[in-house]
């Protein structure tokens, strides 16, 4: 299974995954919803930013994945803290997701980079920052990446 997973630009986060300073990702929610209990061991996930301009930039392997069971407000907050240094969480995501019922937390192989694509949200129907595609091709958008300058 393939997913586009979103990485937080203000925290530099792809920079971070690149150096491999950030070996994790983690979503948290009060509810369980995607991608709770949606990633496996063996999965790929391709990384984009939350810039807008929908371009996959790398992929990692899926090693480990932990679904939390419903946690109270000091376990959520321990855990994170725990594993703060590998999700590269800066203090705003920190205090976001701290609290949360339910964690799920992805530990990835290494980053890869990739010859960089434009993808569509559009068959997927979701406006998470996590997105369940099965075949990354599914998902491609034809057509040029244009570079910033």
């Not at 995607?34 to 391709?46: A, Q």
């Not at 994945?65 to 203090?91: I, N, T, Y």
């Amino acid at each position: 299974m393939d997913h586009i997973v979103y990485l937080d630009k203000p925290a530099g986060a792809l920079e971070a995954m690149r150096r491999g300073d950030k070996t994790m990702v983690a979503r948290a929610y009060n509810g369980r919803r995607s991608p709770y209990g949606k990633v496996k061991v063996g999965d790929t996930l391709y990384f984009t930013e939350n810039d807008g301009r929908q371009i996959i930039y790398g992929r990692g392997g899926v090693i480990k994945v932990f679904d939390s069971p419903k946690l109270g407000h000091e376990e959520s907050e321990a855990m994170l803290e725990q594993f703060r240094r590998p999700l590269w969480l800066s203090e705003a995501q920190f205090l976001r997701m701290a609290g949360k019922r339910y964690l799920v937390l992805v530990t990835v192989d290494r980053f890869q980079e990739v010859p960089r694509f434009r993808f569509t949200r559009r068959d997927f129907h979701t406006l998470d920052d996590w997105i369940l595609v099965g075949d990354v091709e599914r998902a491609r958008k034809e057509g040029p990446v244009q570079e910033l300058k």
